[in-house]
């Protein structure tokens, strides 16, 4: 045995080696939030247009669809509109990638205007384009809807942890009631976007020109608004302040001793 092997009589028992711990809800739950991509302001308050990927991202889920409706309305081309669609989203990939930015948004986005060329393309409807958009929303209405059903609804999610309530509003009966209403805010944002958005598709190639352009207000801009809007009404109410008391010490400028007036 070397002398580098030899034990050390003086050292204790080797110490147990740390076990990984299992995420907890919370860990989970927070993990969720981030990936959301929900960020918080200095003043911590909800940045929602940080959280909407800011300019660069909202300006990527809007300039393929507006590319593919400006370069339809000119040449009634359908390829060739879903080549300058493509192109678009090929060029934010490449602008995030010289950038090193991080890549998901804009590969998500680039994968879904991919899907929807395919769609057209084989259909041969221009219109199919944003047919995709629609199984979207139905998925995360059929989400948002059963996390109110279950209790855990995804507003609380996203908002807990950014005003720093972690999971414990879930064993207040009043926040648990806000966080369903702010969720049910975002679910009837997706909803209308199907009630506006599914007739045009329906009108076919006469209604493409409406179903882009509503696509376009009903996108980013929209989402922006609800998420915002669910963030106020889920706001926590300031605790009550007690009323102030004739000769109140505590008060500003009352003097101790001194009797009220009548």
Known sequence: MTPSENPDPTAGPPKPRPTPETPSVADLAEGYAVKAGLHRSKDGNIDVLKSAGGVP??????????????????TRELTLSLV????????????RLVQRRPLTQALGGIALVGISAWLANTTGKAEDFYVLGFFT????????VLSIALRWPIAGLLFGFIRNEGLE??????????????????????????????P???LGEQGLTGLATTRLIMGAPLYILGIWVAW???KPLAPAQPLAQPGDPSQPGAQPGAPSQN
């Open 57 to 74: 991202g909202i300006a990527e889920s809007i300039v393929p669809g507006l590319m593919f409706l400006v370069a339809f309305t000119i």
């Open 169 to 198: 509003w879930r064993k207040d009966p009043a926040r648990v009631k806000a966080y369903r209403l702010g969720t049910w805010v975002i679910v009837a944002v997706l909803v209308l976007r199907l009630l506006v958005q599914v």
């Open 232 to 234: 106020l009404i889920t």
């Open 200 to 202: 045009l598709y329906l």
């Open 137 to 144: 929303n139905a998925a995360y209405i059929t989400g948002l």
């Open 84 to 95: 300058a669609a493509l192109a678009a989203a090929a060029v934010f990939t490449v602008t």
